[in-house]
């Protein structure tokens, strides 16, 4: 039975040609793509409009959307242990999930189908995403540094224990080790053990500043990355976010232990981290995927504008304007994304059997004409704006711009109240 048919679209096809043609939905999969003649459940006409695997956004904190527009301009480290720590430690289980659910609005609306969370009451995230219809990938965030370090831990096997592979499928569960700097190798040890006994993989930041680096090297005498290969961490599988300042050397280590990285452009322009070398990691062969990271840091959670960003910033950086074309900058956003996050074999193409997690462009506003190259068009010209229809595990998720599972002004309302009371409490402090 077909549940759901996308008729006469503009679809990107999994060679990474664009054709018109339709896509049939049946339950949670796409079990067609070609002339599609039999009748279905929802027929939508998808003439002048772009179908393209739903964008998967691989780092983020989701629930950091209340502090948006609280802290800007500021230097990474004088941010987190003046402003957002402080902050964070007001938060309560609700607040974090109702500013799980205003990202994933936000998400949702602007294309995204799955994104990868690292946050606290993890549970609460958790139900935000069962509630929503999104795909998540999940983590638990770790400071071994903190009072909380061992219960860290605890939480974070319950968690694995109870959430991996709930909701249908939709969510799955890592291991969140927040970073080297905050977690000492004593500490990362526990954690590779943990991972080891559940057969999780690992979500953590590395090499995201210079300060960073230098200090691991002060202290360990060697990169994050080396520091992370010696201690066995990469043997599990490790999503490695922002890798901004790493070495050749660092690089062949990434590709040796089959680290996948999210890039993650807008912050890392706008906190001043640096450039990563994605360039050179693609052309070593690392599957890197795009980010938006937390909208406390970027300010948005645009996935359209970290795949522009991601194709612009490496041309005028190597002054080389074929260094990330346009269809590279997709497949990071889609394809590459769903490998960073181990699920390439279910999500991030359009083919049959796939997950239908599926995104659809109006193209009918001035800058979608003429359409000589589609994806140079959604690279370059689109708009968030333009995001008509986006499907998750077969439902309809955001219909003719409406969101269908999550009450937009009630969110907004108890976004703005709980963002306000955490902001104002730790300004008191």
Known sequence: MVHIVLKGGDVLCADGQVRQTDIAISGSVITQIGTITEQAARIIDCQNKLIVPGFVNTHTHAAMSLFRSYADDMMLMDWLKTKIWPAEENLTSEDVY????????????????????????????????????????????MAGVAPTANQALAESENFYNEWHNAAGGRITVMLGPHAPYTCPPDYLKKVTALAEKLGSQIHIHLSETAGEVADCQKQYGKSPIALMEELGLLDHGVLAAHCVHVSPEDITIMKQKKVRVAHNPGSNMKLASGVAP?????????????????????????????????????????????????????????????????????????????????????????????????????????????????IVDGKILLDNQ????????????????????????????
């Open 402 to 429: 409406q969101l269908t599972t999550i009450d937009q002004e009630r969110l907004t309302a108890e976004a703005d109240r709980r963002g306000m009371r955490l902001v104002n409490n730790s300004n008191t402090k």
């Open 278 to 390: 994605v360039p050179d990691m693609l052309k070593a062969g690392i599957c890197v995927g795009l980010g938006t990271d937390g909208a406390a840091s970027n300010n948005n959670l645009d996935m359209l504008e970290e795949l522009r960003l991601a194709a612009m910033l490496h041309k005028v950086h190597r002054l080389d304007p074929l260094a990330i074309p346009a269809k590279t900058a997709v497949d990071m956003a889609t394809s590459q994304g769903a490998e960073a996050l181990g699920l390439g074999k279910i999500t991030g193409k359009l083919e049959t059997s796939y997950k239908a997690d599926i995104t659809v462009f109006d193209m009918k506003e001035p800058h979608w004409h003429p359409r000589h190259d589609r994806l140079s068009l959604l690279t370059y010209a689109a708009s968030a704006r333009d995001v008509h229809t986006v």
């Open 98 to 141: 109702w500013g799980t659910l205003l990202a994933i609005a936000e998400m949702l609306k602007s294309g995204t189908t799955c994104f990868t969370d690292m946050y606290f009451f993890m549970p609460d995230v958790a139900k935000a995403v069962a509630e929503s219809g999104i795909r998540a990938v999940l983590s638990r965030g």
